[in-house]
């Protein structure tokens, strides 16, 4: 909805019941016409449903207005126009998108089908599948012009990269030496076997080749542009701005050197430049995914994850074989607690890019959240023997590892990741967890503090620290760890709960009520009833606790503790049955209990049996 900070000139006066229709009747303008761009873009009517759409958002910028004006705003206002937003702004345009998509393919295929021996058309066909990710669909239909691949360079092009991602890498390998044999210098049979040794995680290989292709065709700006993202791929920020800049001279309306214009310039933290470039991208191809998805990865950078996750799918209708969308939605659904729907994003992109090791490790950090150990193991361990490098997937093999309970291999892998990233506090943090698994409590303690030093404004070493030095009986070490957690992050109240128990076990009992109390206030369902009975008891005596262990015995009926005390003090008060009835409750929610003997004792002294 839009907002106008202007006040409404009419606010405070009571308002006639039909006048609350008159926002929801722009509101429902917007949902019909979304649902009528829908209709439209799946009959074909492409102009109908991009002025349905631009009607929809009018009315969009009129119904916050309205309402404001005439002071009729409403929860069911506000719920209904972001529905209304999420099919005019979200739906509507994915389908107008898809639909497009797929007339132009029916187009194609008309064209092939009227005559089949059309080299032409099943090259435009075969190009069309290519850039929808649709390797498989592309070699149908360049199969029955598959004989003259080697002579003709086009095609033999077309096909190398259609066999390639399909993954019949021997088969793309031999028609390119056999068509590089008969045409040893031609550019784009160079391009197209270049690509396939960027596709296998050759880069140095893939850019000899492009050199190559360049001395044959100098002028090619689609060549300077791939040479531009290779070097973007190694982080030499200055070959690729050379290349690119090259590339935007001598190509100003090519929408590829203006997307990856945008990539270098994002690179370099030029984040107002790349979003410059993007646009102009889309202004010379409104359907150019590479600029859709620079765009995305800015939403992402700014942390507007709803854009982000908007300009991926719409990257992905245009490019459904994107690796780079695929992955970055797998990661942002990942971050987002959608692990069935990351789990899918991610694996369609490693299987698009088998030797992209980051995409496997992630698939397996995605595997491993959800239960899945083997299959964590299996994809972390893939990723992490394709980059020996690279530190997040020594980490997640070690974290797999030690889900499977194979604790000395697991604290080599983490010990790996820290070495290659020292100051990494995610990966020292694990690293500790490791060592705490493994009983090895002092070196825990170093990794936790060496996260800490790593990462000042992070809590959850301090966290770590002050729960490890409870465990062992350590409160002195351990208030001021959670003190300085709490300072980090307030509103982690297990913090607060832990650092009551520690103040009340070193005597000060009035400090650990006070902090229980502000637990409950924050969170009435915190689990603290009976920590705070027993800080009561400690600081204010037996009488003030009775009531409160009363509540505890309500709130957390599988605690056997309220009973214990309870037990007793009825023994006091001489009512003997409702002792025996609490020491009865205290045994049985605790059978295995150490003192078992004595209640049992108190029981038949107190005449129950």
């Known amino acids: 909805m839009t907002i106008d900070p202007s006040p409404s000139p009419h606010a405070g006066r009571p308002r006639g019941r039909g006048v609350y229709l008159l926002p929801n009747l722009f509101t429902t303008a917007v949902l019909f016409s979304g649902f009528y761009a829908i209709v439209a873009a799946t009959d074909g009517n492409f102009d109908r449903a991009g002025i349905a759409i631009f009607v929809a958002m009018v009315c969009d910028g009129l119904d916050g207005r309205i309402a404001r004006w005439t002071n009729t705003q409403t929860e069911f206002g506000k719920e209904y126009d972001s529905l209304s937003d999420m099919v005019a702004f979200g739906l509507a345009p994915?389908?107008?998108?898809?639909?497009?998509?797929?007339?132009?393919?029916?187009?194609?295929?008309?064209?092939?089908?009227?005559?089949?021996?059309?080299?032409?058309?099943?090259?435009?066909?075969?190009?069309?599948?290519?850039?929808?990710?649709?390797?498989?669909?592309?070699?149908?239909?360049?199969?029955?012009?598959?004989?003259?691949?080697?002579?003709?360079?086009?095609?033999?092009?077309?096909?190398?990269?259609?066999?390639?991602?399909?993954?019949?890498?021997?088969?793309?390998?031999?028609?390119?030496?056999?068509?590089?044999?008969?045409?040893?210098?031609?550019?784009?049979?160079?391009?197209?076997?270049?690509?396939?040794?960027?596709?296998?995680?050759d880069?140095?290989?893939?850019?000899?080749?492009?050199?190559?292709?360049?001395?044959?065709?100098?002028?090619?700006v689609g060549i300077?542009?791939?040479?531009?993202?290779?070097?973007?791929?190694?982080?030499?920020?200055?070959?690729?701005a050379k290349e690119l800049s090259l590339a935007a001279?001598?190509?100003?309306?090519?929408?590829?050197?203006?997307?990856?214009?945008?990539?270098?310039?994002?690179?370099?933290?030029?984040?107002?430049?790349?979003?410059?470039?993007?646009?102009?991208?889309?202004?010379?191809?409104?359907?150019?995914?590479?600029?859709?998805?620079?765009?995305?990865?800015?939403?992402?950078?700014?942390?507007?994850?709803?854009?982000?996750?908007?300009?991926?799918?719409?990257?992905?209708?245009i490019d459904p074989g994107n690796v780079e969308a695929q992955g970055t939605l797998g990661l942002i659904l990942w971050k987002a607690g959608d692990l069935p729907g990351a789990e899918q994003a991610l694996s369609a992109a490693a299987a698009s890019a088998p030797k992209d090791a980051l995409l496997r490790v992630r698939l397996g950090a995605v595997k491993l959240e959800r239960g899945d150990v083997a299959g964590a193991l299996e994809a972390a361990e893939a990723g992490s023997n394709l980059d020996l490098g690279l530190a997040e997937g020594h980490h997640w093999l070690g974290r797999a590892l030690l889900a499977r309970g194979e604790q000395p291999a697991a604290l080599v892998q983490l010990g790996k990741a820290v070495e290659l990233e020292p100051k990494n506090a995610t990966y020292l943090i694990h690293l500790g967890l490791g060592r705490e698994k493994a009983n090895a409590l002092g070196e825990a303690l170093e990794a936790y503090g060496q996260a800490a030093a790593a990462d000042p404004k992070l809590a959850e070493p301090h966290e770590r620290l002050g729960q490890l030095y409870a465990q062992n009986d350590r409160c002195d070490k351990a208030v001021g760890a959670f003190e300085k957690a709490l300072a980090l992050a307030p509103d982690r109240l297990g913090n607060k709960v832990a650092l009551?128990?520690?103040?009340?076990?070193?005597?000060?009992?009035?400090?650990?009520?006070?902090?229980?109390?502000?637990?409950?206030?924050?969170?009435?369902?915190?689990?603290?009833?009976?920590?705070?009975?027993?800080?009561?008891?400690?600081?204010?005596?037996?009488?003030?606790?009775?009531?409160?262990?009363?509540?505890?015995?309500?709130?957390?009926?599988?605690?056997?503790?309220?009973?214990?005390?309870?037990?007793?003090a009825y023994k006091e008060?001489?009512?003997?049955?409702?002792?025996?009835?609490?020491?009865?409750?205290?045994?049985?929610?605790?059978?295995?209990?150490e003192d078992k003997v004595d209640i049992l004792r108190e029981i038949e002294d107190l005449g129950g049996k």
Do not use: W
Not at 203 to 220: F, K, S
Not at 552 to 563: G, S, Y
């Open 573 to 593: 008060k001489r009512d003997r049955a409702r002792a025996v009835q609490e020491f009865k409750a205290y045994l049985e929610a605790k059978p295995d209990a």
């Open 203 to 220: 880069p140095a290989a893939a850019e000899r080749l492009m050199r190559q292709a360049l001395e044959g065709a100098p002028e090619d």
């Open 249 to 317: 001279e001598k190509g100003p309306r090519d929408p590829a050197a203006q997307a990856a214009l945008g990539d270098l310039r994002l690179a370099e933290g030029k984040k107002e430049e790349a979003e410059a470039a993007f646009r102009r991208s889309l202004e010379l191809d409104g359907e150019f995914a590479p600029a859709e998805l620079g765009l995305a990865r800015l939403a992402l950078d700014r942390g507007d994850v709803a854009a982000a996750r908007a300009g991926l799918e719409r990257t992905l209708a």
């Open 224 to 240: 300077r542009v791939a040479l531009g993202r290779l070097a973007l791929t190694r982080r030499d920020l200055a070959g690729a």
């Open 94 to 201: 994915a389908v107008v998108a898809y639909a497009k998509a797929a007339k132009a393919d029916e187009a194609l295929q008309a064209a092939v089908t009227a005559d089949a021996r059309l080299p032409e058309a099943r090259l435009a066909l075969a190009r069309f599948r290519l850039r929808r990710g649709e390797p498989a669909k592309a070699l149908e239909a360049l199969e029955p012009i598959a004989a003259s691949a080697t002579s003709d360079p086009e095609l033999a092009a077309v096909r190398i990269r259609a066999l390639a991602r399909a993954g019949r890498a021997l088969d793309a390998t031999q028609l390119a030496e056999a068509a590089l044999a008969q045409r040893v210098k031609d550019p784009r049979l160079l391009v197209a076997r270049a690509e396939m040794y960027q596709l296998n995680g």
């Open 500 to 568: 009551a128990d520690c103040r009340l076990r070193s005597g000060k009992a009035a400090e650990a009520v006070r902090l229980l109390k502000e637990v409950q206030r924050a969170d009435p369902a915190q689990p603290v009833a009976y920590k705070l009975a027993r800080a009561v008891h400690e600081a204010e005596g037996f009488k003030a606790a009775q009531p409160l262990y009363e509540k505890a015995v309500k709130a957390e009926p599988a605690n056997p503790m309220p009973h214990y005390y309870l037990g007793y």
